[in-house]
């Protein structure tokens, strides 16, 4: 309750100063625009339906991308996890290729496929793909050697051991992996719609920026930002949490 | 005779390749229906003679039979319980338990039989928690119920009580009796408790250290239940205390000199 008091507190002072700073005109209302003119820009935007085909665009887009990236993900981190060589010599390369910025890929992408869609899925993919891979390899190197002895006494080999211990002990990471890939593949989408064409929220945000329309992008913005917060927290996490207390993880 | 232990041994190198004795000349025989203990103190290799039961650890030489078929991989003829009680998380006890079942019975037959062996462990009433819903003593009877329900010839036991309290444990001794008298399965049980191996066994295999032998092999006639023969009980505690004696002191001694070495 105490921090829910003190968060309260501090947006509500947050919110206070920027609108009364707009309206005594502290600073010019296209560097900064005011709270209410942000809010009536999106209240526009959503009766005009610009923002709602705007959003419909970009799930399109990610449900795509991240669910293609969550099973080539998968299968190269299962692939590293139960190959030694793979992991010594793939390993490598994906290790290497995580800490490369998606959007690194873009002008790759735009040359293979053209400054489109595809382009766009392309990039949002290589976000989420790496990291749910490396923790689909943790993931399955960290089953406790226990459950499999257990279940090697009980007549398990071989692909049934796999699928039915193995896979299933390793999901706390399958979990976590799909939060990172998400988190990973959504700034991927924002960064490669900026630059590409419409329709999608990061190609609004650019649109408006070009029209000075500064109302829009710190709109767009907080819808970017609150979209991250909510599937974050009340998805991921929410299930990350259930999965680590049932598997029984919790320290 | 129905486990026949020949000539087992079994070393492995250390960190600075020196071979070490896990096991060293292992000669056992059991028969069918009687539950062993094997005793000895940490370090003796009983839970490896076991792993090596179960099919789990390789030999380095000899070999093992149990009703005449040599042993070389782990197999339903066999359930083990650990020390921990090693059930699936993400299954519920009626689903854990029907684990083996699930190739060679129908649905319905497998939870059939997992509800009579958790009935025996009376925990009829559990069978769609989850494992983290269950206490430790509860969840260690789920592990007994799972390996019963293969319905093996033999029941192997490495220190299946070792990690709980003295209450549950009591309790449980009493159950794994009862469930030993009806089912008549052939035990091998490993502990480091002395009292526990004679509360329980009809005999008593005490290991040595270093390399793990075999001392003493030790028939316990008392009649059961044995909670009223109190003082054959103490006795026989006496003379394997003489033995184990020389073992811990042995033990303690490495471990000071080790202390001292670095």
């Known amino acids: 309750m105490q921090t829910a008091i003190k968060r309260i507190i501090f947006f509500a002072a947050i919110i206070a100063f920027w609108e009364i700073g707009s309206r005594l005109e502290l600073w010019h209302p296209l560097i900064f625009p005011s709270l209410s003119s942000v809010f009536s820009a999106l209240v526009e935007g959503f009766q005009d339906k610009t923002l709602i085909y705007d959003l419909i665009a970009s799930f399109k887009r990610l449900a795509v991308g991240l669910t293609i990236s969550l099973i080539i993900g998968t299968l190269i981190g299962i692939l590293l996890g139960k190959s030694k060589t793979a992991d010594e010599t793939l390993g490598a390369v994906i290790l290497a290729l995580q800490s490369v910025p998606s959007i690194v890929w873009l002008p790759i992408a735009i040359m293979w496929f053209g400054l489109n869609e595809k382009a766009v899925i392309f990039v949002t993919i290589l976000g989420g793909t790496f990291v749910m891979a490396l923790n689909m390899r943790t993931g399955i190197k960290n089953v406790s050697p226990l459950y499999i002895k257990a279940a090697q006494t009980m007549g398990a080999t071989g692909i049934d051991l796999f699928t039915r211990v193995i896979f299933p002990a390793s999901i706390p990471y399958v979990v976590t992996g799909s939060r990172l890939a998400w988190a990973f593949a959504w700034r991927a989408l924002m960064a490669g719609e900026l630059l590409s064409t419409g329709p999608g929220l990061g190609y609004t945000l650019r649109y408006a920026s070009d029209f000075g329309r500064m109302d829009i992008v710190i709109g767009v913005m907080i819808i970017i930002g609150a979209i991250g917060m909510i599937v974050d927290q009340f998805i991921f996490q929410r299930i990350e949490k259930s999965v680590i207390k049932k598997w029984g993880l919790e320290s | ?262």
């Open chain 2, 1 to 262: 005779m129905f486990i026949e232990i020949n000539d087992v041994n079994k070393h492995y190198n250390d960190k600075e390749n020196r071979p070490v004795d896990v096991l060293k000349d292992i000669n056992l025989s059991v028969e069918k229906g009687q539950f062993v203990s094997i005793l000895g103190p940490s370090g003796c290799g009983k839970s490896t003679l076991l792993s090596i039961v179960a099919g789990l650890t390789k030999t380095s030489s000899g070999n093992i039979q149990i009703d005449g078929k040599a042993i070389t991989k782990p197999g339903k003829d066999r359930g083990m319980v650990f020390q921990q009680a090693a059930l699936f998380p993400w299954l519920t006890v009626m689903e854990n338990v029907t684990f083996p079942l699930k190739k060679e019975m129908k649905k319905k037959d497998a939870e059939e039989t997992a509800l009579k062996y958790l009935q025996m462990v009376q925990l009829g009433k559990y069978i769609s928690h989850y494992p983290h819903e269950l206490s430790g003593g509860m969840q260690q009877r789920v592990a007994i119920a799972r390996a019963l329900a293969m319905n093996p010839e033999t029941l192997l036991m490495d220190e299946p009580f070792g990690a709980l309290d003295e209450q549950t444990r009591t309790r449980l001794h009493g159950q794994l009796e009862n469930i030993w008298t009806e089912t008549k399965k052939t035990i091998l049980f490993v502990t480091h408790s002395i009292s526990e191996s004679i509360k329980l066994s009809d005999r008593i295999i005490v290991m040595g250290t270093k390399p793990g032998i075999i001392l003493q092999d030790i028939t316990v006639d008392i009649p059961r239940p044995r909670e009223g023969h109190k003082k054959e009980m103490l006795e026989i505690e006496d003379h394997i205390m003489k033995y184990l004696k020389k073992e811990i002191d042995k033990v303690v001694s490495e471990e000071l000199q080790y202390a001292n070495s670095h």
